[in-house]
């Protein structure tokens, strides 16, 4: 069984060709007229029985070789049952037995061939800019090298025995850096706040209070310009130590 979204359809008379992809690339779905179930107008009309049901036959709903030709779209999310196979060009395909829609596009994909230009949709939608993309698209590896930095620099703390803490976003009054901060009030307790500028205030209470090493991955909030290099709201890492001197 596979399952991906819908990125190329190619079909032959009673033969589709669909080509489905998800985080670990992409696989060529084989779909038969004759493989799928017939229509019901072929075999009569009226429901199936409750006895074919209850024996597991056609259990998730298989579409129709018709039905499919009509409703699926690029875009689409499908699922589809069956064996692997290599067609005659000697590309790995899984020959379906069941292939279902589980999830509708309701806007087109951006043209496949062009692919998404405008650099401000997507700075906007991040989700095209992601799926356009495809699987080695730059998007989507700055996602995992992200990842993959994240988790090294956390080992690596860890293993200097220093410990990650979580500290309040909502101050009462912007410290620990030369920076105008978001406004925001909090209705329950009446009060005028701000969101954070910087980690450091609470990172060195927490020094005081006898956490000797610690450290926090956290977003931050600058009210200030912006830019494609410069975000408002950004990821800041702070590791405060005790009882070191480095001159």
């Known amino acids: 069984a596979v399952c991906g979204r819908v990125m190329n359809k190619r079909v032959f008379g009673k033969l589709a060709f669909i080509t489905i992809?998800?985080?670990?690339?992409?696989?060529?779905?084989?779909?038969s007229k004759s493989n799928l179930p017939a229509a019901k107008s072929e075999e009569g009309g009226g429901d199936a029985p409750e006895e074919a049901v209850e024996a597991g036959e056609d259990a998730v709903g298989s579409l129709t070789f018709a039905e499919m030709k009509k409703m699926l779209d690029m875009g689409d999310i499908v699922g589809g049952v069956g064996t692997v196979r290599?067609?005659?060009?000697?590309?790995?395909?899984?020959?379906?037995?069941?292939?279902?829609?589980?999830?509708?596009?309701?806007?087109?994909?951006?043209?496949?061939?062009?692919?998404?230009?405008d650099q401000e949709m997507k700075y906007r939608r991040r989700e095209l800019d992601l799926l356009t993309g495809g699987t080695a698209g730059l998007s989507r590896r700055a996602v995992a090298a992200r990842a993959a930095v994240m988790r090294a620099m956390r080992q690596h703390l860890?293993?200097?025995?220093?410990?990650?803490?979580?500290?309040?976003?909502?101050?009462?009054?912007?410290?620990?850096?030369?920076?105008?901060?978001?406004?925001?009030?909090?209705?329950?307790?009446?009060?005028?706040?701000?969101?954070?500028?910087?980690?450091?205030?609470?990172?060195?209470?927490?020094?005081?209070?006898?956490?000797?090493?610690?450290?926090?991955i956290g977003k931050v909030f600058r009210n200030e310009g912006?830019?494609?290099?410069?975000?408002p709201e950004f990821t800041s890492i702070e590791v405060y130590?005790?009882?070191?001197?480095?001159?």
């Open 21 to 31: 992809e998800d985080v670990t690339g992409t696989v060529q779905l084989q779909v």
């Open 158 to 216: 860890w293993e200097l025995n220093y410990l990650e803490v979580e500290t309040p976003v909502l101050h009462k009054q912007a410290g620990g850096a030369d920076a105008r901060p978001f406004a925001t009030h909090h209705n329950a307790l009446n009060k005028s706040l701000t969101l954070r500028i910087a980690t450091e205030l609470h990172l060195k209470r927490l020094v005081v209070g006898g956490l000797e090493r610690v450290y926090e």
């Open 86 to 117: 290599k067609t005659d060009k000697g590309e790995v395909s899984v020959n379906c037995e069941n292939f279902v829609v589980l999830t509708k596009a309701l806007l087109p994909l951006p043209d496949k061939y062009h692919g998404l230009k």
């Open 241 to 247: 130590q005790a009882y070191v001197f480095r001159p």
């Open 226 to 231: 912006i830019s494609t290099r410069h975000n």
